[in-house]
């Protein structure tokens, strides 16, 4: 049997107001502002691609997980300037995905993790299909495996 799913991106709208910011008012509040030399490297988790060499990015702290319990999560993000929030179809993977060792974390309907795994980006479709198998996994997070940073969420979703 297979699940229908969706990737949700961050919004940018939660990060625009920082880009108008000064490089100090910037590093008072622990946000870098970069410009990409390499790709991939910078994964948007906006508009859930990497930025192109000599984009400028934002390298901030972001609370992926803003719950009420011990799975309360944040941790490091890249975001492009001017990116546009993705809106990927049900069943659409995003490429920046498929080229890396990633991190599943399953939650339950009450924000508590339930399992996880490690893939390589090319299973990524066949074990988010095996976690949302479970009946007690409301969503899912998807991380960078390495360096454990939050890339996006997976929702459970109906075909359009």
Known sequence: MSCTFQFVAV??????????????ELRAI????????????????????????GETVLHLTYTHHDVAG?????GPVYVRKGAVTARLPVGEIPKMLRHRLLSLRAFDARAALVNSMVVPG??????????????SVAYLHVHNAAPGCFNCRVERSSPA
Not at 11 to 24: C, I, K, N, V
Not at 70 to 74: E, G, K, L, M, T
Not at 122 to 134: G, M, N, S
């Open 122 to 135: 090319t299973d990524l479709e066949a074990a988010i299909e095996r976690l949302l198998a479970d009946a």
């Open 30 to 53: 622990g946000v870098s502002r970069v410009v990409a030399d390499e790709k991939p490297g910078f994964p948007c988790r906006v508009s859930l691609v990497d930025a192109e060499v």
């Open 11 to 24: 919004p940018y709208e939660t990060f625009a107001p920082l880009f108008d910011r000064t490089e100090d």
């Open 70 to 74: 011990p799975d309360r999560a944040s």
